[in-house]
């Protein structure tokens, strides 16, 4: 039986590692205050949760394979038009294309949402949590804080994966994201009761009131650092991850997926570098059979933690997933972004805009025959300008000067004090 300071507090967050990673410190945070935590996500999550020490609740039966129409969607997102820069503060730019992806994306969130949504609420009422923290992408943590009367407080992963659950330039609910409060016969939970972004400020975009910042602390999964980290490799060396959120993409369309990614090596592979790829063994594999074997200033180095590697770096190219992004800003290195999707193109815009990289479309580059020759030119000018460094270094200080997520945990005790009177 918890005692009357204690605090239980109900972490859900979208079935993929990306979206759990960014809760895993304030969870900690609030565990280490002396509350209770539970983290509940669909069954395919279950041992990534435990490896963090964290207590895991499997919600949902297994998701199933993707289907036809799943394939066809992914490669709707992959063709988008670009983006105007900074749409969320400009959605009357947008066109059709662009809110139909938009909406695709939505609408993936709820179907992922309606498998766990009943199994998840039904937890709830038997835990009675004070609070649910949901990621961004979890919305069935949401429909569970409305089933029980308590706060939801949602957690942003960053800059690119923006809210989902209302219409594009409105504030009112999609179709599917009410229809998971209206099945259940529950009142549509909107505004959330508190939204948390771990963004620093130059890359931030504003979300609606009300809202805390936290600083972004890197966690990037359980892992050994290896004795090589330590020693000097005597010329530059750099990281190059497809990060987790590309998986999905592989398991859908294949080895094309990661086309960006053998671009890049085979164009690093030809400068007077180190390179460290770190990615799933799967990835790894793939990659090396598309290069006919990995060049050999090329160290493969499967699911090395971001946050141990990144600090031994001095730049590193990525997709600009969240995750990775906030990683490599905290670590304080220039970055290259090779997007294909429409929320990490946000984020490698951002980035530039922040003068800490250099953001590339691969849908540019595959239209384009010198795409290897317009990689190596980007790492070159990273590589030889301290401009990129020292606007990293910058960035570096601004997630500094955030509050840690300890210091959120008296504002959840609020919000529970605030439901109990």
């Given at each position: 039986m918890k005692g009357p300071g204690d605090v239980r507090v109900l972490f859900n967050c979208h079935p993929d590692a990306q979206h759990l990673y960014p809760l895993v410190p304030l969870a900690w945070a609030v565990r280490a205050a002396g509350h209770e935590v539970r983290i509940a996500a669909g069954p395919a999550s279950v041992d990534t949760i435990v490896h963090t020490g964290l207590p895991a609740v499997p919600v949902?039966?297994?998701l199933p394979p993707p289907t036809s129409k799943d394939d066809a969607d992914t490669l709707t997102v992959l063709a988008h038009r670009q983006f105007p820069p900074d749409w969320?503060?400009?959605?009357?730019?947008l066109d059709d294309g662009h809110r139909t992806v938009l909406e695709?994306?939505?609408?993936?969130s709820a179907a992922f949402a309606e498998y766990s949504v009943d199994e998840l609420v039904s937890y709830a009422r038997f835990w009675r949590p004070d609070i649910v923290v949901h990621d961004t992408g979890a919305f069935a943590g949401a429909v569970a804080?409305?089933?029980l009367g308590v706060p939801n407080v949602r957690f942003l992963t960053g800059v690119g994966l923006r809210p989902m659950e209302a219409r594009v330039g409105s504030t009112e609910p999609t179709p599917e994201y009410a229809a998971l409060f209206e099945?259940?016969?529950l009142p549509v939970r909107m505004p959330p009761s508190l939204t948390i972004d771990p963004s620093p400020p130059s890359l931030r975009i504003p979300v609606p009131q009300p809202w805390r910042e936290v600083r972004y602390v890197p966690y990037n999964g359980a892992g050994v650092e290896p004795s090589w980290l330590g020693r000097d490799p005597g010329r530059p060396r750099i990281?190059?991850?497809s990060g987790l959120s590309l998986a999905r993409v592989v398991r859908r369309i294949g080895p094309p997926a990661l086309e960006p990614f053998r671009l890049a090596i085979a164009a690093l592979s030809t400068l007077d570098v180190e390179v460290v790829l770190t990615t799933t063994s799967n990835q790894l594999e793939v990659i090396g059979d598309l290069l006919g074997g990995l060049p050999r200033n090329v160290r493969a180095v499967a699911s090395l933690p971001l946050n141990l590697l990144l600090p031994h770096c001095v730049l590193i190219v990525h997709q600009a997933g969240d995750g990775t992004a906030l990683?490599?800003?905290?670590?304080?290195?220039?970055?290259?972004?090779?997007?294909?999707?429409?929320?990490?193109?946000l984020t490698g815009g951002r980035l530039a805009a922040a003068g800490v990289g250099i953001h590339l479309r691969y849908q540019d580059l595959e239209q384009d025959p010198e795409a290897g020759e317009v990689i190596r030119s980007a790492a070159e000018k990273l590589l030889g300008n301290p401009a990129y460094t020292e606007a990293a270094v910058r960035l570096r200080a601004e997630i500094e000067d955030q509050p840690a997520p300890a210091a959120l945990v008296p504002e959840l005790e609020a919000?529970?004090?605030?439901?109990?009177g």
């Open positions: 949902g039966p297994e969320p503060l400009h959605t009357e730019l695709l994306l939505g609408r993936r804080a409305a089933a099945r259940r016969g990281c190059v991850t990683t490599a800003s905290a670590a304080g290195i220039a970055q290259l972004a090779l997007t294909r999707k429409p929320d990490p193109a919000l529970a004090r605030g439901r109990r």
